[in-house]
Structures are given as C-alpha cells and as structure tokens.
C-alpha cells in the first residue's frame, strides 16, 4: 500500500509488513451489503443512514451467517441490558460472523443472555455519581482544574459498558434515560460557568459523543472556549475514530471545523486534542490509517483510551498489538481503564488483580510514552487513580480502598471485582445483606 500527499504526490510506502492493516472489501461478505461499492461506503452519510439500531434488522441482515438459536440468544440478552443498539456498516462488518460467540467487536457492543452475569449487589447504573458533581446541566466538576462538557447524549454507535449508560441512547427495557444535555440554548448555563470559574484550565468535551456534533457545533463551543482566557485545553472525546473512520475523509466541513481549532490554539500557545477510544486491533484497518493520517497531517493530536474487557484485550498480546498499532499511527496511548461498575455488564469486567498483572505484563513491551496509563475510575466520584494505587486490597473478597485527596479529601472509595471471579463462598458473603454490611463495614475500619 503506497501513501500519497494531499498533493498526490508518491510517497514511501506507508504500511510495512507488519502494520498491513486490513484493506479488502470486507463489507461484501455480508450478502446485504455485497454490491456496495468502495466509495459508497466510505461516505459517513450512507453510514449514519444505514446505521442497525434494532435486533430484528440486525437478525435480518446475519440470518444467513449465524444459528436460530445464536439471534435468540441475542434478543433475549439485548432485552436484559441497559444500553440500546446502534452499529454502523463499518464495524458490524467487521465482526466474525462465522464465530460471533468469541469475537471481540461483537462482544462490545452486542449483548448475549448465555454471557449475563450476576450483577455484584455494589454496582449502579451512574457508578461514577456524574450527576452529583453536576453545577450546571450535562456538565461535572470533580477536579479543580477540569470539567466535563457533555454536549450530547448521542453517538454514532452504542457500546453496552457504556459509563453513561443512565443518560446515552434511547431507553429501554431495562433502562428509562436521564436527559443531560442537547445543543442551543441548554448549553448556555454550562459555559457560563467554565467562564465564570477561573480555575478551570481544562474542558472535556463529550457526551454522548463530539462526533455527533455538527462542524458549525465544533466551531461554537472551541471557539467560545478558546476566547476563556483561563481554558488553556480541550479535548473532544470520540468513539468515531474506531467505528466511523471514513468520516475524517468525506465530512470535510467537520474535519476542517477540528483543524481551524487546533490551529487557532496552537497559535494562543493552547491546546486542542481528539480523545479516541479503540480497544482491540480489530478496530484498526486502512481505513482507519487514512483518516488518521490526516488528522496527523494537520496537526491534530490523537490519544485513545482503552477499557480492559474480559474476552476483548484482557491479555498481554492483544494489549501490546493494540498500543503497537495506535502508537504507529501516531495515536498516544494515554489511558487503560479498569472496567466501570455498570449495572448489566458484569461478563466484561476482571478483577483488579487481573488488569494489574496485565499491567506487569504489558510495560516494557514498548516505549514508557507509549505505554497507556492503567486506571481505576473510582465509584461514587473519587476520580481517575492509577490501578495500583489502593490503600487495601483483598483479592479473596474481591474489594480494593482508595483515597482521593486531591478530590475529595476525607473519603474511602470502594471498587469491587465482579462476583463471577470469586469463590462460591466469597459471592456468599456479598450476597447475603447482613454480612455484606459487616464486610464493608470492616474494609472501612481497617483503611481509616
């Protein structure tokens, strides 16, 4: 695969041997979609039209690919989970229909009934308490220099361990949603604030999703923030970059609304990011190469930030391709987090013991700056700390203590394994009430 300029100039080949991304027509084997062609499908139009957001036409266009008792198997769990479906062409074609049980991408997005776990009695639908840290809506102050803008509550695809699942998609069986934000006027009491507060140097735009911002959206908030003369950064948080790539190449107005942005920074000595969020190197084709290429080209920074999930990355050789990859394209590994508390998603969580020996394992295999940073966001609004930095841990109980100073200075944060990684008399302890209590109360003595 030969690289070429802006200018089509001929370049020196781009993919060697060992980065060959995918770059066949993949989405031809899907008898729906074989007489697409390349330029059809590489337009985000035709991808947000054709867009899966329901079982029945996702059954309709695998029935040819999979078992009656496999679409079962996924009505049945869609309709326990908290999290509703939106796939695009471009990632549900590159799940292995020929062995969706296994696969990585489908086991992010698509829930299974024979994959439900029992939820841990400590897990809640908002485990990270946004809400109550909220003084504006769709906006969170946990940090004193960084707030979180969410300006959407939609995306371009649905993930099911989603952390803000109480909020983003649309509702349903299981869950009805909490409306945090939508554009125009209901944003104004946010960024009155971030301008009103002169601390905040830091502006996490993200929702729901900045990729469902329109250009002239990008434009508004970035610009309205850069004029803040205390808000030294942004950073957009997208999902796109891994499920919708082709939308830096045929959205010109978005991708150039990005530009000028990071532009304009540069120039005010500030600074503009995308904040991604690839977890497999499934994720990662050609296609995806292209679009951060030109992201690169024009300066834009490019960070991913990964979640550690059972069956998708939660072993050292997936992580390592997976930071390899990224950090060949020019995308910085910034974050690894340890799988939120989410009420409905208990199959994808490890333990804390196993993401740390993940950790052990996987730095060294590539550059320190390279090498993302595994974090624990803490239940009930600690914030971000890194994974091996509990004041208590048990890996019998299952049941880690963290402290927060920086954030909220007399508080114990509890984060949990889930139960399935316990013994059977370990799961008995948390599941009956009174010696929940009593162990809880004993994990709090014993860190205080």
């Given at each position: 695969m030969i690289a070429h300029s802006s200018q089509g100039q001929r370049l020196t080949p781009l993919l060697s041997l060992r980065y060959a991304f995918r770059s066949d027509e993949f989405w031809r084997d899907l008898d729906h979609w074989k007489d697409i062609d390349a330029e059809l499908f590489l337009n985000h139009l035709w991808q947000e039209k054709n867009a899966i957001t329901s079982v029945g036409a996702l059954g309709a266009l695998i029935k040819n690919r999979i078992s009656a008792a496999f679409?079962?198997?996924?009505?049945?769990?869609?309709?326990?989970?908290?999290?509703s479906i939106r796939l695009t062409p471009y990632i549900?074609?590159?799940?292995?229909?020929?062995?969706?049980?296994?696969?990585?991408?489908?086991?992010?997005?698509l829930p299974l009934a024979s994959e439900i776990c029992v939820d841990h009695p400590m897990v809640k639908l908002d485990p990270m308490g946004e809400q109550n840290d909220s003084p504006a809506p769709g906006l969170t102050h946990r940090y004193?220099?960084?707030?979180?803008?969410?300006?959407?509550?939609?995306?371009?695809?649905?993930?099911?361990?989603?952390?803000?699942?109480?909020?983003?998609?649309?509702?349903t069986d299981a869950v009805t949603k909490t409306k945090i934000n939508a554009p125009g006027e209901r944003w104004e009491p946010a960024l009155r604030y971030i301008e009103a507060n002169a601390s905040v140097e830091d502006?996490?735009?993200?929702?729901?999703?900045?990729?469902?911002?329109?250009?002239?959206?990008?434009?508004?908030?970035?610009?309205?923030?850069?004029?803040?003369?205390?808000?030294?950064?942004?950073?957009?948080?997208?999902?796109g970059l891994a499920v919708l790539p082709m939308k830096i190449q045929s959205d010109h107005d978005w991708t150039d609304a990005i530009s000028r942005l990071s532009d304009r920074a540069r120039k005010m000595h500030k600074s503009i990011a995308i904040h991604t969020h690839f977890n497999h190197p499934?994720?990662?084709?050609?296609?995806t190469a292209k679009a951060l290429g030109m992201l690169y080209e024009r300066g834009v920074e490019v960070r991913n930030q990964a979640v550690i999930l059972k069956g998708v990355n939660d072993n050292p050789q997936t992580m390592h391709r997976l930071n390899e990859c990224l950090a060949y394209l020019n995308v910085r590994p910034y974050y690894c987090f340890q799988g939120d508390m989410i009420r409905g998603v208990e199959a994808l969580r490890t333990s804390l013991g196993d993401s740390i020996a993940l950790e052990k394992s996987t730095r060294g295999l590539i550059a320190g700056h390279n090498t993302p940073h595994f974090i624990v966001d803490l239940p009930g609004g600690g914030g971000k700390r890194d994974i091996h930095s509990f004041d208590y841990y048990d890996p019998y109980l299952g049941i880690a203590a963290y402290r927060a100073p920086a954030v909220k200075k007399d508080q114990v944060f509890l984060y949990c394994d889930p139960l399935h990684t316990l013994t059977a008399d370990a799961q008995a302890l948390w599941t009956n009430p009174a010696t929940r209590t009593q162990l809880l109360d004993d994990v709090l003595k014993s860190v205080k």
């Open positions: 679409l079962k198997d996924l009505e049945e769990g869609h309709r326990m989970a908290p999290m549900l074609s590159l799940i292995d229909w020929d062995n969706p049980y296994l696969d990585p991408l489908r086991r992010q997005f004193p220099d960084r707030v979180l803008f969410l300006a959407t509550n939609v995306c371009p695809v649905y993930c099911r361990y989603c952390t803000r699942s109480y909020a983003v998609g649309l509702d502006v996490v735009i993200s929702g729901g999703d900045a990729y469902r911002l329109k250009a002239r959206q990008i434009t508004e908030i970035g610009e309205r923030l850069l004029d803040a003369p205390h808000v030294r950064r942004m950073r957009f948080a997208t999902k499934n994720e990662i084709t050609a296609i």
